[in-house]
């Protein structure tokens, strides 16, 4: 539709990679001339949402948006999604049980960083 997004860690506390860090975007809906209010996709209390990563289903337009808890093990991976160009986002689900099968080596899923295809 051509709005843009911009996502970023939200870290409230500290500039450390470990605190209370959520999942957040920004929208533009002007080509990047102006940006609306932070939206908060992923919080996971005072625990670390890190590396999230944006995909894109070209088919139904739905944004997901992956990450994962980066300071309590196992790492939960947690999955939300965004039917209305970015503005709400479905409430997170682990889906870490799911990826990893039962391995004694089989501990942490890295989502990001960066964007998926």
């Known amino acids: 539709k ?3 997004l911009a996502f970023a860690e939200a870290r409230r506390i500290t500039k450390n990679d470990v605190g209370d860090i959520d999942a957040v975007v920004k929208r533009s809906e002007d ?3 102006t940006w609306g209010p932070e939206i908060l996709i992923i919080d996971y209390g005072t625990k670390s949402v890190n590396n999230h990563c944006p995909v894109v289903d070209p088919k139904t337009g739905r944004i997901w948006v992956v ?3 980066s300071d309590i093990n196992p790492r939960p991976v ?4 965004s039917d209305d160009d970015g503005k709400t986002w479905s409430k997170a689900k682990d889906i870490q049980k799911e990826l990893l099968t039962p391995s004694p080596n089989a501990v942490i899923f890295g989502a990001g960083p960066g964007a998926g295809i």
């Open 31 to 33: 080509g990047g001339k």
């Open 78 to 81: 947690l999955v939300s999604y």
């Open 2 to 4: 051509g709005t843009i």
């Open 67 to 69: 990450g994962n808890v």
